[in-house]
């Protein structure tokens, strides 16, 4: 199989993404950045169905968690 880059883009401040210069050229750097490290476990979530679920499970303990400590109302 052959392994390119995974990548998504959600919420991308449209000044950060289309302004240029530097601030421009830092930001697609740091995403490549993160890209070139999570490729593969991405990738991985996707094929292996055991660990996709162990993440799963994982992520509902911490919304579980994380759901019961924000007070009512917020």
């Known amino acids: 199989m052959c392994e390119q880059p995974f990548i998504s883009a959600a919420g991308v401040d449209e000044a950060t993404a289309a302004a240029g210069g530097p601030g421009k050229r830092r ?3 740091r995403c490549m ?4 490290r999570s490729s593969g476990e991405m990738l991985r ?8 679920a162990e993440l ?3 992520l509902k303990t911490h919304a579980a968690a994380a759901t019961a400590t924000v007070p009512a109302g917020q």
Not at 33 to 36: E, G, L, S, W
Not at 45 to 52: A, M
């Open 27 to 29: 930001f697609w750097n």
């Open 33 to 36: 950045t993160i890209v070139d």
């Open 45 to 52: 979530i996707n094929k292996d169905s055991v660990y996709f």
């Open 56 to 58: 799963f499970r994982e």
